[in-house]
């Protein structure tokens, strides 16, 4: 099976840096000083300025910049019927100590109902480009919490709660592609959250097997898309935690390489590896050979820019394991996986676009 391209060798994860403007919208609708609706024609305004940003960056795939949502995954799993979103942490925290809330499975699940595919609409009407949609992977609805994120007496059996909410996935990809989306990403942390030894260790005190976790984080990603059509293209990011320019998880990929893409089948994998704590590409000796492989080699994290002769040399010591055809590029994470966004300037965020857009017509000729 030949590979299936991606409309760019420059790509990106999705969430931008919110604007100050916007921003300080979204505190006013909290604070009660704002109407729901005067938010939305802010937004508005704010994802058509993105979108006509990411293009003329010169980028083929455009999100809206996930300038609606609070926070990457939460907004979308709230949204599913039967999903709740706790405080409960379950002890997992970021490098800085800060710890965000956790989906909570308190009843049958059911279809999304949330507003995203509303969000969706709209990038499709303004983008140029292909509209490219983000939503976290069914996986991201049990890692934290395992067992007791699951209410047991609504689940007693976990094979159902599997069922259930891999056909609730099913159902919502087959909408987006009635609305015209040809380019689907599941955002997953939980193949590179299990790379962390310390994590392995506390998921297995709980009574999960971490690579059983895995295996059934896969194949769940797999079964959601098992119904799509040929022309949407699927892709499946992870990173170890991002979220103020911290970082929650390290451990390289050999961990869970192996099964993680024996059972995970999308069409490109967009994977880590701007820092030590991603480890090395020896792992990708195992990538299948008929995907695509977007190196996140350039960091959200802080706005100095890597030298392209660094970038290139990265590239080459990847195509050891993945031929250089079927790579990509793009940054590790996204700029702004949460409202609050990482600690880069918007002038830095584009720096990094460009530099993307600029290696891949260096290195593959056209980007």
Known sequence: MPVKQLPSRADHVGSFLRPKSLFDAREQWRAGKLSAEALKKQEDEAIRDVVAMQEKAGLKAVTDGEFRRDYWHLDYLGGIEGVEISGETYGMAFNSGISVGTPFVASKVGPYKGPMNDHFKFLKSVAKQTAKFCIPAPGMTYMRGGRKGIDAKTYPDLDKFWADLIASYQNEVKTLEGMGCTYLQFDDTSFAYLCDAGFRDQVTARGDNPDKMVEQFAKATSGAIAKRSGNLLVTTHMCRGNFKSTWMMQGGYEAVAETMFANL?????????????????????????????????????????????????????????????????SPQCGFASTHHGNEITEADQRKKLDLIVELADDVWGSA
């Open 265 to 329: 089948d999308v069409d490109a994998y967009f994977m880590e590896f701007d820092t030590d704590r991603a480890g090395g590409f020896e792992p990708l000796r195992f990538f299948p050979k008929n995907k695509t492989l977007v190196l996140g080699l350039i960091t959200t994290k802080f706005g100095e820019l890597e030298g392209k002769d660094f970038i290139k040399r990265r590239l080459d010591e990847a195509a050891k394991y993945v031929p250089m055809e079927n790579l990509a590029l």
